[in-house]
């Protein structure tokens, strides 16, 4: 005859089987959170505002987040960056690999953080789904054998929310100074060419091979993108002096910008004929002491000298212009009541025309022209003061370049200093 095990033994066994069976299981991942539903604005612009609300600060970096936030598994997101140092991005880029997203980024080597190193660390860990992510890193820039960077600001999503092919067009890195020490903005398109157009452009750059006759436009009405570097010597192969060429007076120009130097000297030569041909010119740019002077001297003597406003943002809390914009409005290319924004990576240095690797967007848009315009003006009239001789003089720390040399290195082909 069996023996029977005692019903108060045979609960204990069984209670023991279940507090044992969790225990094995918690050593399992824990699933990541869904996506979420965030679809950013298409055809659209955002800016931040260093000196305002967390939330005006955060405008761009949060709307970025939100996107690889609401990204899917088995979709893709690819970034092309010169700087990363802001933690939650980092985190928001593990947890959608861990999703099951594709992550894809491509950051310059002109630093190491905490941030990259853990990115480049996480996105090679394995996941229960067949996705691929990664972090790679180019010397100098991917198409450049001399001093250049990644410097495109691209974030791309194949698809976010309720939206596919999703470009964004940036002057800002995920990190601390695009958020609270300079003036950035993001324009989002919701364009199938143009997003294939920037995911041929991202894989361009992954073989790090030397290919500085890159350059290349692609056309999506009313937008066109164009990519760099672009290979020549002389004015007549830059692409904004070609843009101001074709821009008849009386018209309205306004172009910011982070960085200028005496090798493109001949921009701020052109802005002053045009102003004295009929058109209204003016510029708002950072520059200043210790070490922040991002504005060769002889760009801005030639500015004052055409009569052209100029204002510098550096004075006032330290901010600084991290947008490189130019606005038209009046008569490009023979078409009159015309009001373009043109958004850029690119700052105007040689390195960023030649060597590095930049977009540009053209928006042929009365609408995004006006917001453009309206953020030129907030900048302009609150967080500037107008550039004058004695301010000029008083900014630099250095001797200015002759713009035909190239023997001081840092003055073009150098990180931004603030990044």
Request: aromatic fraction near 10%.
């Amino acid at each position: 005859m069996k023996k029977l095990v005692h019903p108060l033994v045979a609960l204990i066994i069984l209670a023991l089987g279940m507090m044992i069976m969790p225990s094995a299981q918690a050593k399992a991942a824990v699933p990541p959170p869904p996506p979420k539903s965030y679809t950013p604005p298409a055809n659209d612009v955002v800016f931040n505002n260093p000196a305002g609300s967390p939330a005006e600060q955060l405008a761009v970096m949060n709307q970025v987040k939100d996107a690889v936030d609401s990204v899917p598994g088995g979709s893709y997101i690819r970034f092309a960056v010169y700087s990363f140092s802001w933690n939650p991005m980092a985190t928001a880029l593990i947890t959608a690999h861990k999703r099951g997203v594709n992550v894809r980024l491509l950051v310059d080597s002109h630093t190491e953080t905490p941030e990259i190193r853990t990115l480049r660390s996480e996105l090679k860990k394995s996941t229960p789904y067949s996705n691929t992510s990664y972090l790679k890193t180019c010397t100098y820039s991917c198409m450049s054998s001399k001093p250049s960077f990644i410097h495109s600001h691209l974030y791309l999503f194949s698809r976010v929310g309720n939206a596919t092919r999703v470009s964004m067009i940036s002057s800002a890195n995920p990190a601390g100074t695009g958020i609270t020490e300079s003036w950035n903005n993001t324009y989002t398109v919701d364009d199938s060419t143009l997003y294939n157009a920037n995911v041929d452009n991202f894989n361009d750059m992954l073989p790090d091979k030397t290919n500085t006759d890159y350059y290349h436009t692609v056309e999506s009405p009313p937008y066109k993108e164009y990519f760099f570097p672009r290979a020549g010597s002389t004015k007549n192969s830059d692409t904004i002096y070609n843009i101001l060429n074709d821009v008849s007076c009386p018209s309205t120009i306004k172009i910011t910008t982070y960085f200028w130097t005496n090798l493109r000297l001949y921009l701020a030569e052109k802005l002053s004929d045009l102003k004295k041909k009929g058109c209204s010119v003016e510029v708002i740019y950072p520059d200043g002491p210790g070490g922040q002077d991002t504005i060769e001297s002889k760009v801005t003597a030639e500015l004052l000298d055409g009569k052209i406003p100029t204002y510098n943002t550096r004075p006032v809390n330290g901010l600084y212009m991290h947008n490189k914009v130019l606005l038209i409005n009046g008569t490009y290319q023979g078409v009159a009541g015309q009001k373009i924004v043109y958004t850029t990576s690119q700052n105007l240095t040689k390195t960023s025309l030649r060597d590095s690797n930049e977009v540009m967007l053209r928006i042929p848009d009365a609408r995004i022209y006006g917001k453009y315009d309206a953020n030129f003006a907030f900048i302009r009239d609150n967080y500037t003061k107008r550039v004058t001789p004695s301010s000029a003089a008083a900014a630099k720390t250095t001797a200015g370049l002759d713009s035909a040399r190239d023997t001081r290195i840092l003055s073009d082909n150098s990180p931004d200093p603030d990044e």
